[in-house]
């Protein structure tokens, strides 16, 4: 008989961005090689649940039926900063999925959970408990450091308790996973029993996704897509912008989030001509998009926890072979950087990005050899039909190592 995963997720199918991506992808991939799965997750919400009303969104026909996935009921509370009402949005979220692990009466071998929100990953933990599982315990971003770095929850007392969970989590998990090489040390810091059952499996794309053609024709277009939020260096892409229409380059912008307004306002208010707003579509025409253009921007606020992350807007460009100009440092920056697929700026400064992209501009031949270098870079490190191996590896070596368990104590029993 099949093991039974359940996956525990604030993020899901349709969603889009790269946590509901990827575990739409990890359910899948689990389904294909066999094991029975199970989701609890949320209605669509991020970044905004009207975005979902589009049918277009909901474009898997699989998913759209299955009895698999139950989605509990959250009301409409919108991202900010206030404290209090992230706080109750999640304290919402944690209790109705808690409810919903305590009246299932089927049994789990192993339950996938994922953080953030570290509510969710608390609702895990109580799973792992109810069905006696194995736990395997996703990080996406590291809580509480994140929410410092964005200014959101820099109570002490709330930040403080928030590590206390934090250290929980990563002692009772019995396997973790993490989408960044950067969170590694700091995971295995912060806990020494993490030490050894921390795995790799970052945020990738499937091979059918990966651009044919590696280099859009036409005019030198810029794109920058995704999140523009908290953690974000909204500002430095202002800069940019207004350098960019003084070259007469056009620059897309297929973003969302909480400064996605203010940034509107004050181009708008530049009177910058050469800019222009996609609303978010879906990941296959957000990839058609991405393909027609000859850069691909990101910048993240200057802060240290930022070092450890990963963009998932970095892996989408390299898929479709457009070459990254970014304001990024630590494992970002090392990714960029090590297969030669775009350039990083090391003063971190709207002037060195323009010079990067100039170069872009002028040399239609090193367009060309960094758009292949990327797509070839992510056909070795980010597709999922090769990254999921990581995961089954580790699901199966928790189920080889539990028959040992079993044989060992059979055998003292014998004795």
């Known amino acids: 008989m099949s093991k039974r995963i359940l996956i525990i997720t604030q993020n899901f199918y349709p969603e889009i ?31 905004n649940r009207n975005f979902y009303e589009d049918s277009s969104f909901w474009d898997h026909e699989e998913l759209n039926t299955t009895p698999d996935i139950t989605r509990v009921k959250i009301r409409n509370r919108k991202y900010s900063r206030s404290f209090s009402n992230r706080l109750i949005y999640y304290l919402e979220m944690a209790s109705k999925m808690v409810k919903t692990v305590l009246k299932r009466s089927r049994n789990y071998d192993y339950v996938y959970t994922t953080s953030p929100p570290i509510f969710v990953a608390v ?15 996703e990080i996406r971003d590291l809580w509480p450091d994140s929410l ?14 928030f590590r206390r969970i934090e250290k929980l989590l990563y002692k009772k998990a019995d396997e973790i996973v993490v989408n960044s090489r950067g969170f590694i040390s700091h995971i295995e810091g912060q806990q020494e029993t993490a030490a050894g059952k921390v795995t790799y499996v970052p945020n990738a794309a499937r091979l059918h996704e990966v651009a044919t053609d590696t280099q859009s024709q036409g005019q030198f277009k810029a794109i920058y897509a995704g999140n523009l939020g908290l953690a974000q260096d909204n500002e430095m892409l ?6 960019l229409n003084k070259r007469h380059v056009d620059l897309t912008i297929m973003g969302y989030g909480y400064h996605s307004q203010h940034l509107k306002t004050e181009i708008d208010a530049r009177c910058l001509q050469n800019v222009k707003f996609v609303q978010p579509v879906t990941r296959a025409e ?17 802060k240290e926890v930022f070092k450890t992350v990963l963009p998932g807007k970095i892996i989408d460009y390299m898929t479709c072979g ?34 990067y992209v100039d170069r872009l501009l002028n040399d239609t031949l090193l367009q060309r050899r960094m758009s292949n270098n990327a797509q070839q870079y992510v056909k070795e490190n980010f597709l999922w039909e090769k990254n999921i191996h990581s995961l089954l ?19 003292n029993f014998n004795e």
Request: hydrophobic share 45%.
């Open 17 to 47: 961005g790269s946590a509901g991506n990827r575990m739409k992808n990890i359910y899948l991939m689990l389904k294909e090689s066999g094991y029975d799965v199970e989701v609890i997750t949320t209605d669509p919400t991020y970044p």
């Open 123 to 137: 609702v895990g933990l109580v799973a792992k408990f109810k069905f006696r599982a194995k736990l395997v315990l």
């Open 148 to 161: 410092k770095g964005v200014g959101v929850f820099n109570n002490p007392f709330i930040i403080r308790l």
């Open 238 to 243: 202002l800069l940019l912008a207004e350098e």
């Open 286 to 302: 957000c990839f058609e998009i991405i393909a027609s253009h000859q850069v691909g921007i990101v910048t993240l606020v200057d």
């Open 322 to 355: 457009v070459p990254v100009v970014g304001s990024v440092d630590g494992f970002a920056k090392e990714v960029i950087e090590e297969k030669d697929a775009g350039f990083v700026s090391q003063t971190k400064d709207a002037d060195n990005l323009i010079a």
């Open 393 to 411: 590896e580790l699901i199966e070596s928790e189920e080889q190592e539990e028959r040992m368990e079993i044989n060992y104590v059979r055998l």
